[in-house]
């Protein structure tokens, strides 16, 4: 394996140097890309929200609101229908998904249906018109009596469709604000996810997303006193309305609409040449502007009103015709209000309106603190993974080391050319796969080295390492790579950001560790040509450190489930501490403007808001993070309502750094896919040890990994930790990590039942343990190094979710020596293989007999 043929050569250091080329950009500012030749890249990393600010909105639409225009609209239908036809009538209304109308006359009842038949009739659906759908039933129940019923396929239809129209409405709307690089997407059936990085002002988005739009011009009545209207009936064919002022003033709105936002080409903020007030310019089209200058025309006098989702924004008198096609809209304007009611015209009106159910917004100066933390951490986790494999391994660590390098410029080059976005638990990712990259390494160092203690050469023991040490790097990868790609498809935001930075490092790290370094190695060897393993400047374990681990197996074992028991009390008497992901509410991370943060100050203020349970708690620099419970009533707008009155009592003294919102549709979702996630990820890993190895091996490896999985959940029950979906995917973490760790020591027994098929399998297992013992020590080691940096100086926003995964290898490690390996003994791993005790202690007799003569 360490011979290179010239094309072989030539492709690998084409990989390094393009990874190279590629991931440079990241290292050089604007300006300098600026003046770079084109045909170089210059593309560079995307920055999640969490590093570079910005906000993360997922919208739903009204699905009932959808329901009620359908409905609505049937009714006109039915009823414009029936007039012409000159069918008599009566009792139209509708219940439920049902509109009914009774025909008087028994012998029009027939003209009704062929005058309603197309009510019932299929309309296209899918692209180029292949599809149909049937939006509505017609049924008799008793003679005279017709019922049309929305179909479910026809309510999914119309939901799809106004999905299809939201997004469009709420790309124009987000592209209108002049922010850079939106992502304006489709989520499942009836959602939209918005995320905007770099954006200074989330409240103004939120505003822009969360109106309608709908406008209209309608006429004023005032044929009676507005307060009569409001105290007794208004008059038929009209609704009182309210303006936005303080406090708001009543209007009679004539139902009937004179022009609606439809006819609207353009819409600006200008300033009113009389009073300089902003004010907003808008012109119709053609049919909208004749349709408003004979309405103008025939009320000249009269007051109308421009009406905004069912709010009056102005109502002027018409002093005369307005036969341009266009006018302006004056009210109690702001220059910033102005501008957001022109990019709402021209953006267009929502088809239904849309819910915000999840916001995490990160302010400018949290996200730069981050990326500055992480990037320190990360360096720092890196030179202390080099220096690690020098001190240990010597002349080889160097090469290793040279590998890793490259393995993280590959990791950056592969992110920036998919486009990736990195974010914070990204950057944790690339530290930790870094620490991860060593043990592939190790495990080839560690072969090599007993290769080369049974008296093999040094060449033949390198190449017989890493040719023997191929299985066990590409297994236990391989089944951290299942835990990496079902953390992607279940997690969410900056969680997918880490699985997807992992799943690459995994990747690259097979490919430098048995490419790369494998072509160093080969290159020392050709031109130095030595003849010993390279000593490293520390002393190590040795090869066999003939430790009894099985000893203490029953002793392990008893510890392990009297922990267990604990934590299974512990569950039920006290409940975890479920963070707003999970059982929803909001999080909001303040910073006091003038240094100082008085959190009982902040407590009284917002529980003088009458909001529910408020938790306030100091750390950092003069911050202080809120927690609110979720809203037992209003759903997901009244968590919305909120942060707004947070917002309020705050704004004036406390800089708003970070804020999450989880309403309690997503909360549910959430808690049900990361439970899916942790038993999907296990399933998963059982399945592809059970087939690369036997069916105890896969059990063995599950029950150490549930093992794994019950004391991490022990650790946020018993010290009390907030249960989010970063501890999901730390959990997650954990898994593959034990799971890695498993397969390895696994890998080994597997090759001593094969090599030693007599030996008691204790005794085997425990020979296997050993001779695995320096590789787990040193893995463990180096991953441990790169988390406790991170944990120490990554940055607030990922220290729970280090400090959790720092505990979880230390539990994985302890798993991997005394779970895994005696779970096979339980499990009767080759029943011939086991004897008594008297059978062994013939053995043994035979031994010193054989041994005597």
């Given at each position: 394996?360490?011979h290179?043929?010239?094309?072989?050569?030539?492709?690998?250091?084409?990989?390094?140097?393009?990874?190279?080329?590629?991931?440079?950009?990241?290292?050089?500012?604007?300006?300098?890309l600026?003046?770079?030749?084109?045909?170089?890249?210059?593309?560079?990393?995307?920055?999640?929200?969490?590093?570079?600010?910005?906000?993360?909105?997922?919208?739903?639409?009204?699905?009932?609101?959808?329901?009620?225009?359908?409905?609505?609209?049937?009714?006109?239908?039915?009823?414009?229908?029936?007039?012409?036809?000159?069918?008599?009538?009566t009792?139209?209304?509708?219940?439920?998904?049902?509109?009914?109308?009774?025909?008087?006359?028994?012998?029009?009842?027939?003209?009704?249906?062929?005058?309603?038949?197309?009510?019932?009739?299929?309309?296209?659906?899918?692209?180029?018109g292949?599809?149909?759908?049937?939006?509505?039933?017609?049924?008799?129940?008793?003679?005279?009596?017709?019922?049309?019923?929305?179909?479910?396929?026809?309510?999914?239809?119309r939901?799809?469709?106004?999905?299809?129209?939201?997004?469009?409405?709420?790309?124009?709307?987000?592209n209108?604000?002049?922010?850079?690089?939106?992502?304006?997407?489709?989520?499942?059936?009836d959602?939209i996810?918005?995320?905007?990085?770099?954006?200074?002002?989330?409240?103004?988005?939120?505003?822009?997303?969360?109106?309608?739009?709908?406008?209209?011009?309608?006429?004023?009545?005032?044929?009676?006193?507005?307060?009569?209207?409001?105290?007794?009936?208004?008059?038929?064919?009209?609704?009182?309305?309210?303006?936005?002022?303080?406090?708001?003033?009543?209007?009679?709105?004539?139902?009937?609409?004179?022009?609606?936002?439809?006819?609207l080409?353009?819409?600006?903020?200008?300033?009113?040449?009389?009073?300089?007030?902003?004010?907003?310019?808008?012109?119709?089209?053609?049919?909208?502007?004749?349709?408003?200058?004979?309405?103008?025309?025939?009320?000249?006098?009269?007051?109308?009103?421009?009406?905004?989702?069912?709010?009056?924004?102005?109502?002027?008198?018409?002093?005369?015709?307005?036969?341009?096609?266009?006018?302006?809209?004056?009210?109690s304007?702001?220059?910033?209000?102005?501008?957001?009611?022109?990019?709402?015209?021209?953006?267009?009106?929502?088809?239904?309106?849309?819910?915000i159910?999840?916001?995490?917004?990160?302010?400018?100066?949290?996200?730069?603190?981050?990326?500055?933390?992480?990037?320190?951490?990360?360096?720092?986790?890196?030179?202390?993974?080099?220096?690690?494999?020098?001190?240990?391994?010597?002349?080889?660590?160097?090469?290793?080391?040279?590998?890793?390098?490259?393995?993280?410029?590959?990791?950056?080059?592969?992110?920036?050319?998919?486009?990736?976005?990195?974010?914070?638990?990204?950057?944790?990712?690339?530290?930790?796969?870094?620490?991860?990259?060593?043990?592939?390494?190790?495990?080839?160092?560690?072969?090599?080295?007993?290769?080369?203690?049974?008296?093999?050469?040094?060449?033949?023991?390198?190449?017989?390492?890493?040719?023997?040490?191929?299985?066990?790097?590409?297994?236990?990868n391989?089944?951290?790579?299942?835990?990496?790609?079902?953390?992607?498809?279940?997690?969410?935001?900056?969680?997918?950001?880490?699985?997807?930075?992992?799943?690459?490092?995994?990747?690259?790290?097979?490919?430098?560790?048995?490419?790369?370094?494998r072509?160093?190695?080969?290159?020392?060897?050709?031109?130095?040509?030595?003849?010993?393993?390279?000593?490293?400047?520390?002393?190590?374990?040795?090869?066999?450190?003939?430790?009894?681990?099985m000893?203490?197996?029953?002793?392990?074992?008893?510890?392990?489930?009297?922990?267990?028991?604990?934590?299974?009390?512990?569950?039920?008497?006290?409940?975890?501490n479920?963070?707003?992901?999970?059982?929803?509410?909001?999080?909001?991370?303040?910073?006091?403007?003038?240094?100082?943060?008085?959190?009982?100050?902040?407590?009284?203020?917002?529980?003088?808001?009458?909001?529910?349970?408020?938790?306030?708690?100091?750390?950092?620099?003069?911050?202080?993070?809120?927690?609110?419970?979720?809203?037992?009533?209003?759903?997901?707008?009244?968590?919305?309502?909120?942060?707004?009155k947070?917002?309020?009592?705050?704004?004036?003294?406390?800089?708003?750094?970070?804020?999450?919102?989880?309403?309690?549709?997503?909360?549910?979702?959430?808690?049900?896919?990361?439970?899916?996630?942790?038993?999907?990820?296990?399933?998963?890993?059982?399945?592809?040890?059970?087939?690369?190895?036997?069916?105890?091996?896969?059990?063995?490896?599950?029950?150490?990994?549930?093992?794994?999985?019950?004391?991490?959940?022990?650790?946020?029950?018993?010290?009390?930790?907030?249960?989010?979906?970063?501890?999901?995917?730390?959990?997650?973490?954990?898994?593959?990590?034990?799971?890695?760790?498993?397969?390895?020591?696994?890998?080994?027994?597997?090759?001593?039942?094969?090599?030693?098929k007599?030996?008691?399998?204790?005794?085997?297992?425990?020979?296997?343990?050993?001779?695995?013992?320096?590789?787990?020590?040193?893995?463990?080691?180096?991953?441990?190094?790169?988390?406790?940096?991170?944990?120490?100086?990554?940055?607030?926003?990922?220290?729970?979710?280090?400090?959790?995964?720092?505990?979880?290898?230390?539990?994985?490690?302890?798993?991997?020596?005394?779970?895994?390996?005696?779970?096979?003994?339980?499990?009767?791993?080759?029943?011939?293989?086991?004897?008594?005790?008297?059978?062994?202690?013939?053995?043994?007799?035979?031994?010193?007999?054989?041994?005597?003569?």
């Open positions: 394996m360490l290179f043929s010239r094309w072989k050569t030539i492709s690998i250091w084409l990989v390094v140097f393009l990874a190279v080329i590629v991931s440079a950009p990241n290292l050089l500012p604007q300006s300098t600026a003046s770079l030749p084109n045909w170089l890249p210059k593309q560079q990393l995307t920055l999640g929200l969490d590093l570079q600010g910005g906000s993360h909105i997922l919208l739903q639409i009204d699905r009932n609101d959808l329901i009620s225009d359908r409905l609505e609209g049937t009714r006109d239908d039915i009823r414009t229908a029936l007039r012409d036809a000159r069918v008599f009538y009792g139209l209304s509708s219940t439920g998904h049902n509109v009914q109308v009774r025909i008087r006359d028994a012998e029009q009842i027939d003209a009704a249906k062929a005058a309603l038949a197309s009510l019932t009739q299929p309309v296209s659906s899918g692209m180029f292949t599809g149909s759908v049937v939006e509505l039933t017609m049924a008799e129940p008793e003679p005279g009596l017709l019922r049309f019923t929305l179909t479910d396929e026809g309510i999914n239809y939901v799809g469709t106004a999905v299809n129209q939201s997004v469009e409405v709420v790309n124009r709307r987000v209108e604000l002049g922010t850079t690089e939106p992502i304006i997407q489709r989520q499942g059936n959602r996810l918005v995320q905007v990085p770099g954006l200074d002002d989330p409240q103004r988005l939120k505003d822009i997303l969360g109106q309608t739009a709908k406008l209209t011009f309608q006429m004023v009545d005032q044929s009676m006193p507005v307060e009569e209207a409001i105290q007794g009936r208004p008059p038929s064919g009209t609704t009182v309305m309210y303006s936005n002022d303080e406090p708001p003033v009543p209007y009679i709105i004539e139902n009937r609409v004179i022009v609606s936002g439809e006819n080409v353009d819409a600006q903020a200008t300033f009113d040449q009389r009073t300089s007030e902003p004010v907003v310019s808008f012109r119709f089209d053609n049919q909208g502007a004749t349709r408003f200058g004979q309405a103008t025309q025939q009320n000249v006098g009269r007051l109308f009103a421009i009406i905004l989702d069912n709010h009056v924004i102005s109502a002027p008198r018409i002093n005369e015709p307005i036969l341009g096609g266009s006018g302006q809209i004056s009210g304007f702001t220059v910033q209000s102005a501008n957001d009611l022109a990019v709402l015209l021209r953006a267009g009106a929502l088809p239904a309106d849309l819910t159910i999840e916001e995490r917004t990160v302010g400018p100066s949290l996200g730069q603190d981050s990326i500055e933390a992480g990037t320190f951490a990360t360096g720092i986790a890196a030179v202390l993974v080099f220096a690690f494999m020098v001190l240990a391994y010597g002349k080889l660590g160097v090469l290793a080391s040279i590998g890793l390098a490259a393995n993280l410029v590959m990791m950056i080059a592969i992110l920036t050319t998919l486009g990736a976005t990195l974010t914070l638990p990204g950057i944790a990712g690339i530290a930790l796969t870094l620490g991860m990259a060593v043990d592939s390494n190790v495990i080839i160092f560690e072969r090599v080295r007993e290769e080369r203690a049974q008296g093999r050469s040094l060449i033949q023991s390198l190449d017989s390492g890493f040719r023997r040490a191929l299985a066990a790097v590409v297994d236990a391989l089944t951290t790579l299942i835990a990496a790609v079902i953390l992607f498809y279940m997690g969410t935001g900056p969680i997918r950001g880490f699985a997807v930075t992992l799943a690459i490092g995994i990747v690259t790290t097979v490919f430098t560790a048995f490419t790369l370094t072509w160093l190695i080969a290159a020392w060897l050709k031109r130095s040509r030595p003849t010993e393993f390279p000593s490293g400047l520390v002393h190590y374990l040795p090869l066999d450190p003939k430790v009894n681990l000893r203490w197996r029953n002793l392990a074992f008893a510890f392990s489930a009297a922990v267990s028991l604990f934590i299974a009390v512990m569950f039920f008497v006290a409940p975890m479920l963070g707003i992901d999970f059982r929803g509410g909001s999080m909001i991370e303040v910073q006091a403007k003038d240094g100082t943060a008085d959190a009982g100050d902040v407590r009284a203020r917002l529980n003088a808001l009458d909001i529910g349970e408020v938790q306030v708690q100091e750390f950092g620099n003069a911050e202080l993070m809120i927690r609110v419970e979720g809203q037992a009533e209003g759903g997901d707008t009244a968590e919305q309502s909120v942060v707004d947070v917002h309020g009592a705050l704004d004036a003294d406390y800089e708003f750094r970070r804020v999450e919102v989880v309403g309690p549709t997503v909360s549910s979702e959430l808690a049900w896919s990361g439970t899916i996630g942790v038993i999907a990820s296990m399933i998963a890993m059982l399945l592809y040890i059970w087939v690369r190895f036997e069916w105890q091996f896969g059990v063995g490896a599950i029950v150490s990994t549930l093992h794994d999985v019950i004391f991490m959940v022990g650790l946020y029950v018993v010290f009390g930790f907030e249960f989010n979906l970063a501890s999901i995917a730390a959990i997650l973490t954990v898994v593959g990590y034990s799971i890695n760790d498993t397969v390895v020591i696994y890998d080994r027994v597997r090759e001593n039942l094969r090599r030693y007599k030996m008691p399998v204790v005794d085997l297992i425990n020979m296997s343990l050993s001779q695995t013992l320096s590789r787990t020590f040193m893995t463990g080691l180096t991953t441990l190094f790169a988390l406790t940096v991170l944990y120490l100086w990554g940055g607030e926003v990922i220290s729970d979710f280090m400090f959790a995964i720092l505990i979880g290898v230390l539990v994985g490690t302890y798993s991997s020596l005394f779970i895994a390996g005696p779970m096979l003994i339980l499990f009767k791993l080759r029943p011939e293989m086991f004897g008594s005790e008297e059978d062994d202690k013939a053995v043994a007799k035979a031994k010193t007999a054989g041994a005597k003569a």
